[in-house]
């Protein structure tokens, strides 16, 4: 097994430009990433958090690589037997794991939760194997049949029954035993925390701040194991529910609708007229009268077919009759137009209009 100060001594370089930073200093690194990143009020979305998170999960990758080469840790020795310099590299893939968690790419929602269990799985797992503390080791794919249900799916037509019960009344008393040891070891860290930081602590104190660290985060991993197991199952059934979404019928575009206003009375009429020329306008009164003409109302059976006559503008009529009157030679209507001649030759346009002043 390889001491400290060979596994300090290691440099391995982050990136080309960057100086490179020692094991230590990576972890370092990374843990304190973690920590402003979980305890800011930014929101986890922003740009800035989300680029530190990026940068954290390079650090801990880097300096797990790093691990692995140096063969820190092995199966046949005894936690006693590990360096207290060393204890902290045990913390490196559950560091990871709730990095991993702060990211926040919808698309990618899936995979980030499944790469942050496989961390925390590869965390408990050690643990286990240095009996760090006792606890029950999850299932390692996420798909252990639950209590009452057949080959792992839940009925959900069916009600709890006394096998379920039990179940659940054991889960619930396993989680509010985590939560108490959680906050004992809390209560201890806070204490050990301020003589780690001031330098004064020996190596028996820094050792039991290690483990201290070590036994919080596998309470801490446990119960993210279960949210992500729920979420999973969550998000597989979305995916699911997509696929399987009926598509919506196209249908074809329908032609433009001309606009039409209804007015209850002529004023009205001639109000929009006069404001909205580009709109056709009627009363209620007309657009029925226009109606009962072509014989389309619903008490008129068969309709027929619109003559000119219905179209016509009643001022053009008018004019249509006083020319057919002159060219018939009718001696009023001859008179009455000889008589407005010489009216208008001896009258100025506009004449008797006081508003105009004439």
């Not at 390889?2 to 960057?18: F, G, I, T």
């Not at 490179?20 to 990374?30: F, I, Q, V």
């Not at 801990?60 to 790093?66: D, F, I, N, P």
């Not at 050990?192 to 050792?207: K, L, P």
Request: proline content about 6%; charged content about 35%; aromatic content about 6%.
């Amino acid at each position: 097994m390889a001491e400290s100060e060979n596994s300090n001594s290691v440099r391995q370089p982050l990136n080309v430009d960057a100086e490179p930073l020692k094991l230590s200093e990576l972890l370092d690194r990374g843990w304190k990433i973690f920590e402003e990143v979980d305890s800011t009020n930014e929101p986890l979305g922003s740009n800035s958090i989300q680029v530190k998170v990026k940068r954290g999960v390079q650090m801990l990758e880097e300096a797990s690589r790093m691990v692995a080469q140096l063969d820190l840790f092995s199966r046949n020795e005894e936690l006693e037997e590990i360096a207290t310099a060393d204890l902290k590299y045990l913390l490196l893939p559950a560091l990871l794991g709730a990095l991993t968690m702060k990211q926040t790419t919808r698309d990618k929602r899936l995979e980030i939760v499944q790469t942050a269990r496989a961390y925390f799985m590869d965390f408990l797992r050690r643990c286990e194997e240095y009996k760090v503390s006792p606890f029950k080791l999850p299932d390692s794919t996420g798909e252990k049949a639950r209590p009452g249900s057949e080959d792992g799916n839940t009925k959900a037509n069916s009600f709890p029954g006394p096998t379920n019960l039990v179940a659940m009344a054991a889960q619930r008393q396993a989680k509010i035993e985590r939560y108490r040891q959680k906050k004992e070891l809390e209560a201890k860290l806070s204490d050990v925390r301020r003589a780690v930081e001031s330098g004064q602590a020996d190596d028996e104190v820094t050792r039991d701040f290690y483990l201290l660290n070590v036994r919080r985060w596998v309470a801490v991993c446990l119960e993210d194991i279960e949210s992500i197991d729920q979420e999973v199952e969550i998000l597989k059934k979305m995916d699911m529910f997509k696929e399987n979404a009926p598509k919506q019928p196209t249908h074809p575009p329908r032609p433009p609708m001309k606009p039409f206003i209804l007015t209850k009375d002529a004023v009205q009429a001639k109000v929009f007229g006069a404001g909205y020329p580009s709109l056709p306008t009627m009363t209620v009164d007309d657009w029925y009268e226009q109606h009962k003409k072509r014989g389309v109302l619903p008490d008129q059976g068969v309709p027929r077919k619109p003559t000119a006559e219905d179209h016509g503008d009643p001022s053009e009529t008018d004019e249509e009759e006083k020319e057919k009157k002159v060219e018939n030679d009718d001696d009023e209507s001859l008179l009455k137009a000889r008589n407005w001649d010489d009216w208008k030759d001896t009258h100025r346009r506009g004449y008797g209009n006081r508003q105009n002043m004439g």
